[in-house]
């Protein structure tokens, strides 16, 4: 399977994403990587952009996409089976809610969704259980819109927060080629 796998900047989350891209690979997908502006080129206390992004490349053996022109044209390729965004951040969220398409990542989804294929939706954000609430029960009730579970990551000190569980990433993958939702969707 073709599966293009979009990047935003929750850097606490790298590690995590970096082995379920490394499974994907070693599953016999072809993974193309799409990152966004933060991810291309902020350091942070998780690590160096320019190291991330290296390794991304190396795993999947393919240049990251991170410009509107580059991504545009994946919508009328048609290449990707599935598109999934993974990490994907509240500001991204509050982004493909609204439609709005100002970078690599939120374009390619663009592009994507117009070809009624699935996108998954792998979330991690401090504001899930607040203003990113209506963002997620948006895009919950869209055709071919799949998320990874999810729950809350730290409820006493981030009790908004929630993140998705990336030992479901592939398998939530392999369920929206189906048209399918995993489920519990919802992680206690």
Do not use: W
Request: hydrophobic share 40%.
């Amino acid at each position: 399977m073709n599966i293009g796998l979009c990047i935003t900047g929750s850097f606490c989350t790298f590690d995590k994403i970096t082995g379920e891209i490394q499974k994907m690979v070693d599953s016999g997908h072809s993974v193309l990587p799409i990152v966004s502006e933060a991810v291309l080129h902020t350091d942070t206390r998780f690590g160096n952009a320019e190291d991330f992004v290296g390794k991304i490349e190396q795993i999947t053996g393919e240049k990251v996409i991170s410009s509107i022109v580059e991504a545009e044209p994946l919508g009328p390729s048609g290449a990707i089976d599935v598109l999934c965004v993974a990490p994907c951040t509240g500001n991204t969220l509050a982004k493909l809610s609204c439609g709005i398409s100002d970078d690599a990542v939120t374009m390619s989804c663009k592009a994507h969704m117009r070809n009624y294929k699935p996108l998954v939706i792998a979330i991690s954000t401090n504001d899930a259980l607040g203003l990113n609430m209506m963002n997620i029960a948006t895009l919950m009730n869209e055709k071919n819109v799949f998320f990874v579970p999810f729950g809350q990551d730290n409820p006493t000190a981030k009790p908004k927060s929630m993140i998705a569980d990336y030992d479901k990433l592939l398998d939530t993958i392999l369920l929206a080629k189906e048209g399918k939702q995993i489920q519990p969707v919802i992680k206690a």
